[in-house]
């Protein structure tokens, strides 16, 4: 029960409220990365919770701190095209920042017509929205409150047993449990004009919620060392992983120009020179994602056209090992109908009497395809939605139906196409959830990150992909254009390289193997690896420890929901039983 509202001593505390939690959050994530901002970044936002200011206010003060830290921090969305890009920058920003009024709403639901703690309630709430918006619309799992504490690896091993979204959980309880300590006191309340409790929670309430996110964050720090002090690692094979350097508006007219294409192919190859006369020699080139100007073709048998395979023994004769190429490929099905992939193609060298030849062995298609980048959702029923799109012409692609497992001499490894590396389900399907299937060893993650041309977009793609690493406990090695090329052990440790030598303008990079303690590249050194050329060679840190989150999935997720479920059923009920009590009266 609460007083009424009493006045604030500053304007429009309710919008005052919204926006600091918007700038907070905004300086959590790249390019400033303050992470442990997060642990209170929420705290006046969750005043709009509790405040008795009229709803209009309240929700649309809530939208405009979700229009405020959504359209700063995804920025670097509009950098891939000047022109069209900036449509789709501005409506997934607004996209996601409905968010924030969706989780104030359903929080004052639960939290002022049940009995549940708003230390439970609130972060319940937070939680289930983010895994809400990692499939709604094909998903965009980005920018969860956990993503923040990636460089704090003891707060985020615990995703190998639920996820990351244990973690936003966890950072969201903190907040409201600083927020109901300073709803105690009177400046507090006067700073946003809040109005007193008449029935204050007791005192004991307090301390017992205190000591149970206490504890939760006790067992959290113990697990992640626990799990950090498990760091030794197989040595894996030896693998070259590709960064170019080329803008996005060289690859796209590569797709138009003979010319150009040759440019961008001969940027690749040179790399690929260099990564092959290294000594040892790498068991594995990498290429980016769609690096490659040279068409894949395949029968509907699946066989490689004649030409496709000449491509393949002039690979294995030129590299001499085995090459994992990013590239369209076109496969025809069943009636003839040519069908466009992004894909991701292995050519093992084999030694034929001294000339070398090349032995296609397997092929991924990407499945997760990317809104407008690779395709135009609902075009044929919504014409409109070409406005979104960067180009005007048709460039969609099919998506893949199955996760290859690709061969390499005794280990197998799965491949993650950009985008598809900020997939949670997706990711964990190589791990734990698929029925007979082998588990992969380690991931590659193959991308074209040339669409952001060094802006934050490249460091938080790096940042997910640690957690991916985490959540299935397997290495993950990137293989990206423009950078940021990297391979993460399954702690979450960004593999610290060290330059060996430069050649024309290419960075030779190593991550020298067996370590004893594995060498971690700081966040603060990571724009040293962007819009750079080079060749990162290193060994893989094969990880055989299992995982919970893997082989279960998102059950912590789901729990959330069910919090939810039961808070807004409590309220309906609340709701018809004082509507049937003043009937009778």
């Not at 104030?104 to 009995?115: V, Y």
């Not at 979104?388 to 197998?412: C, H, M, V, W």
Request: net charge positive; charged share 20%; proline share 5%.
């Amino acid at each position: 029960m609460l007083l009424e509202p009493r006045w604030s001593i500053i304007p429009f505390p309710w919008l005052i409220a919204a926006l600091a939690s918007a700038g907070l959050l905004w300086a959590c994530f790249f390019p400033l990365a303050f992470g442990w901002l997060a642990w209170v970044a929420l705290v006046p936002l969750l005043c709009l919770v509790r405040s008795e200011a009229r709803a209009r206010k309240i929700y649309w003060s809530a939208f405009a701190g979700g229009l405020a830290f959504s359209w700063p921090v995804l920025q670097w969305l509009r950098v891939g095209d000047y022109n069209m890009m900036y449509y789709s920058w501005g409506a997934l920003a607004t996209y996601c920042a409905v968010y924030f009024p969706l989780a104030i709403f359903l929080s004052r639901q639960i939290d002022r017509k049940t009995s549940l703690p708003l230390v439970l309630v609130f972060p319940a709430v937070w939680t289930a929205l983010e895994f809400f918006r990692s499939y709604l619309l094909t998903g965009f799992p980005w920018y969860y409150l956990a993503h923040s504490q990636h460089d704090f690896l003891s707060v985020i091993q615990i995703s190998d047993l639920a996820g990351a979204y244990a973690v936003s959980f966890l950072v969201a309880a903190v907040n409201v449990l600083i927020f109901e300590w300073l709803n105690q006191a009177r400046w507090f309340r006067a700073l946003f004009g809040l109005a007193e409790p008449v029935l204050a929670p007791a005192r004991w309430r307090l301390l017992t919620q205190t000591a149970v996110v206490g504890l939760m964050a006790t067992a959290t720090l113990i697990y992640g060392r626990f799990r950090l002090g498990q760091d030794s690692f197989d040595t894996g094979p030896r693998m070259a992983l590709i960064q170019g350097n080329l803008d996005q508006d060289v690859r796209n007219d590569a797709s138009e120009s003979e010319q150009m294409a040759q440019q961008a192919f001969d940027h690749v190859r040179r790399l690929c020179d260099q990564a092959a006369l290294q000594h040892p020699p790498p068991q594995l080139i990498v290429w980016p994602e769609n690096s490659c100007p040279q068409e894949w073709r395949e029968r509907p048998s699946g066989r490689p056209t004649p030409k496709s395979l000449e491509f393949a023994d002039w690979a294995a004769e030129r590299w001499r090992t085995n090459v994992l190429i990013g590239l369209e490929c076109y496969s025809a099905d069943a009636n003839g109908k040519e069908l466009r992939y992004n894909s991701a193609v292995l050519v093992l060298a084999h030694d034929d009497t001294g000339k070398y030849r090349g032995q296609p062995s397997g092929r991924y298609d990407k499945m997760h395809r990317v809104p407008f980048g690779e395709y135009v959702p609902f075009q044929e029923s919504f014409p409109w939605m070409k406005t979104f799109a960067p180009y005007d012409f048709e460039y969609s692609i099919r998506s893949g139906k199955e996760f290859t497992r690709f061969n390499l001499n005794s280990y197998q490894f799965g491949v993650l196409i950009c985008f598809e590396a900020t997939d949670p389900l997706l990711a964990r399907q190589y791990v734990g959830s698929e029925e007979n299937k082998s588990k992969i060893d380690f991931f590659v993650n193959i991308s074209n990150d040339g669409w952001w041309r060094g802006t934050s977009g490249h460091d938080q793609h790096l940042a997910l992909c640690r957690f991916r690493a985490i959540e299935n406990r397997r290495a993950v090695c990137r293989s990206v254009n423009m950078g940021i090329s990297a391979v993460i052990d399954g702690n979450g440790r960004v593999l610290a390289p060290r330059t060996i030598k430069s050649v024309d303008d290419i960075k030779i990079w190593e991550i020298p193997a067996g370590q004893e303690k594995p060498m971690e590249l700081p966040v603060s050194r990571w724009s040293e690896f962007k819009q750079v050329q080079g060749v990162l060679l290193a060994s893989v840190p094969i990880d055989h420890r299992a995982s919970l989150y893997a082989r279960w999935g998102d059950w912590f997720a789901w729990g959330c929901w069910m919090v939810v479920g039961v808070g807004l059923a409590w309220n309906l009920a609340d709701r018809l039983a004082r509507k049937k009590g003043s009937r009778m009266v």
